[in-house]
């Protein structure tokens, strides 16, 4: 089993992005008045309280916020109720009917200080992000696997999403994107080829040149430069990738491996037990000071926070937590919003 991580930036951005690869192959009350019929009108008193409460609840209804005023948590019908960076959603865990909830993340690099060390930000970071509700299938078989998020490559981009979990597997004689087990693709565990995917990912950033994407990947390929070969045709390699070594005289560029870099938790049940944090297997223990890049699953401290189905939630959700990470990160406050623009020493506005 191999994890690798990719950090892409386009080449107006210091013309650097990382591939980090985990083999070294290659490498987110009512007052209804009580009104008194006279008992000659044939209506009951407790009869009338019902149908006065039903009419005002259906005029309150009607006059509810909609044409984008909504704001988070207001109950909505669709999505163009919610204002700008929300949108409706039915979580019954949660709430009754459906409310406007958060759909983006917070910028910090606009927000806040955008010149510090890439580990001194939180990314919001899709796990398993190929594996897409309603994929099409491109095996001509019926998926019988896992999903973990709703929304296209390009929509996770666009609403934010800044790191992607991606399993890579050799099938049919190219590098797939599968969300399988044991090493090995099979027709009813693959998505598709790797290099649509990659495609997607190279489109997002030559339209938004001063973004960083940084790609994770699983990585089971076992062709000879099968990585290599397929991010290159993929046009990823050109000016995106990150200089692993630092040499003004000759630069090496490249998929680099991910645990020289990055320690994990615990994936799964094992690591939401509490009081507990292990490390992922294949990861170095999370107190490993020489390693800067931080991911978790689920929620701890971290520069990386992968979930599934990013949206979901009950309001904030996972846009909250980075927005909580970066603020602890950049100045020490409990939001990236209350941060005093300019400071890192814990002046806070809120």
Not at 258 to 272: A, I, L, P
């Amino acid at each position: 089993m191999s994890i690798s991580s990719l950090v892409m930036f386009p080449p107006e951005f210091r013309e650097a992005s990382i591939v980090f690869s985990a083999t070294k192959q290659e490498k987110f009350t009512l007052t209804s008045a009580s009104f008194r019929f006279p008992g000659n009108m044939g209506f009951s008193q407790d009869l009338f309280l019902i149908i006065s409460t039903l009419v005002i609840l259906l005029d309150v209804a009607t006059a509810a916020c909609s044409n984008g005023q909504c704001k988070i948590l207001d109950e909505c019908s669709s999505n163009q109720d919610c204002e700008a960076g929300l949108y409706c959603f039915s979580c019954p865990a949660g709430f009754s009917g459906s409310r406007c909830v958060r759909s983006t993340v917070t910028n910090q690099f606009k927000l806040l200080n955008n010149s510090l060390p890439f580990n001194k930000y939180a990314f919001l970071t899709t796990h398993n992000a190929f594996a897409i509700d309603e994929y099409p299938s491109h095996t001509g078989v019926p998926r019988i696997t896992v999903t973990n998020q709703e929304d296209s490559i390009t929509e996770q981009l666009n609403n934010g999403a800044r790191a992607l979990m991606l399993d890579t597997y050799d099938f049919r004689g190219d590098v797939w994107l599968c969300h399988s087990f044991k090493g090995q693709c099979y027709d009813f565990t693959a998505f598709g080829p790797a290099i649509d995917t990659l495609k997607e990912i190279e489109a997002f950033l030559s339209a938004n040149p001063t973004e960083i994407v940084t790609l994770i990947l699983e990585d089971y390929v076992q062709a000879p430069n099968g990585l290599t070969k397929v991010f290159a045709e993929s046009g990823t390699t050109k000016g995106y990738l990150f200089s692993l070594q630092f040499n003004p005289r000759k630069q090496v560029k490249g998929i680099a491996y991910q645990w020289n870099y990055m320690v994990e938790n615990q994936y799964g049940d094992d690591g939401m037990k509490a009081g507990s944090c292990p490390s992922r297997k294949e990861s170095p223990p999370l107190d490993d000071k020489s390693r800067s890049l931080v991911l978790v699953n689920y929620f701890r401290w971290a520069n990386f926070v992968a979930v599934n189905y990013y949206k979901r939630s009950e309001g904030g959700g996972s846009f909250q937590a980075v927005d909580l990470l970066n603020g602890k990160l950049l100045c020490g406050c409990d939001d990236i919003h209350a941060c005093v623009p300019g400071s890192t020493s814990g002046a806070c506005t809120l």
